[in-house]
């Protein structure tokens, strides 16, 4: 449930799927929301999806050499394909670095070349995704996020997307198999949402918040 959103309906409730394997030559993620407006005054589209996969081919799985070295752990090429309800697909390839640390669970870097829906190769996009363990007395917590910053090129405005999350194991803490049952809350500021520029008349910049309750089966 998401609260304060702008361009979209200002409080929402949006069912997410997501997924992440990994294989002999890479991995791959996947994550799906559906999007409901709980405005019933609300004059745009009342519900709408996104859905993206992002397979990566790994050099070090690949040729068999693994390229580790200090805080570098593999450097891998990526393909960013995505779909939003009445628009055409988005293609981003680009090249990712894994990252190791001994704070993080992992710490990914991507650099893409977009080519968005109904455009061309118009823009460049920098991803981070990062996941942060973390405990105390009150129990096991981890904070997992991305940002993204496209750099505005070909008169198109630059964006910042930034979304934090606090995770909270409610699972082990009511005695269950830990690292399934998570409570949580979310931050999203952004800037120029979906590239369309912030004015007086028209605002993009956002600063929404939300709460969720998330299972993973695995």
Same mark, same amino acid.
Do not use: C
């Given at each position: 449930?998401?609260?304060?959103?702008?361009?979209?309906?200002?409080?929402?409730?949006?069912?997410?799927?997501?997924?992440?394997?990994?294989?002999?030559?890479?991995?791959?993620?996947?994550?799906?929301?559906?999007?409901?407006?709980?405005?019933?005054?609300?004059?745009?589209?009342?519900?709408?999806?996104?859905?993206?996969?992002?397979?990566?081919?790994?050099?070090?799985?690949?040729?068999?050499?693994?390229?580790?070295?200090?805080?570098?752990?593999?450097?891998?090429?990526?393909?960013?394909?995505?779909?939003?309800?009445?628009?055409?697909?988005?293609?981003?390839?680009?090249?990712?670095?894994?990252?190791?640390?001994?704070?993080?669970?992992?710490?990914?870097?991507?650099?893409?070349?977009?080519?968005?829906?109904?455009?061309?190769?118009?823009? !460049?996009?920098? *991803?981070?995704?990062? /996941? @942060?363990?973390? =405990?105390?007395?009150?129990?096991?917590?981890? $904070?997992?996020? %991305?940002?993204?910053?496209?750099?505005?090129?070909?008169?198109?405005?630059?964006?910042?997307?930034?979304?934090?999350?606090?995770?909270?194991?409610?699972?082990?803490?009511?005695?269950? !198999?830990?690292? *399934?049952?998570?409570? /949580? @809350?979310?931050? =999203?500021?952004?800037?120029?949402?979906?590239? $369309?520029?912030? %004015?007086?008349?028209?605002?993009?910049?956002?600063?929404?918040?939300?709460?969720?309750?998330?299972?993973?089966?695995?």
């Amino acid at each position: 449930m998401q609260f304060e959103n702008r361009v979209d309906p200002r409080k929402t409730l949006s069912p997410i799927l997501e997924a992440f394997g990994d294989y002999s030559v890479g991995d791959m993620y996947v994550y799906s929301i559906w999007q409901n407006s709980l405005q019933n005054d609300y004059k745009g589209d009342k519900s709408t999806y996104y859905y993206k996969f992002v397979p990566r081919v790994s050099f070090s799985k690949v040729t068999g050499n693994d390229i580790s070295f200090g805080p570098l752990k593999d450097i891998l090429f990526a393909q960013w394909v995505a779909k939003t309800k009445g628009m055409d697909y988005d293609y981003f390839p680009g090249i990712s670095i894994d990252w190791q640390t001994n704070w993080t669970s992992w710490l990914r870097t991507t650099f893409y070349f977009e080519n968005n829906g109904n455009s061309s190769w118009n823009d !460049q996009r920098v *991803h981070i995704d990062y /996941g @942060i363990p973390f =405990n105390n007395r009150l129990g096991d917590f981890r $904070i997992v996020g %991305t940002f993204d910053y496209t750099l505005g090129l070909h008169g198109k405005p630059e964006t910042i997307d930034f979304k934090p999350e606090l995770h909270y194991d409610l699972g082990k803490h009511l005695g269950n !198999q830990p690292g *399934h049952l998570w409570i /949580g @809350i979310v931050l =999203n500021p952004i800037k120029n949402k979906y590239k $369309i520029r912030d %004015t007086s008349y028209y605002r993009t910049d956002q600063f929404s918040y939300g709460a969720f309750i998330r299972y993973s089966f695995f």
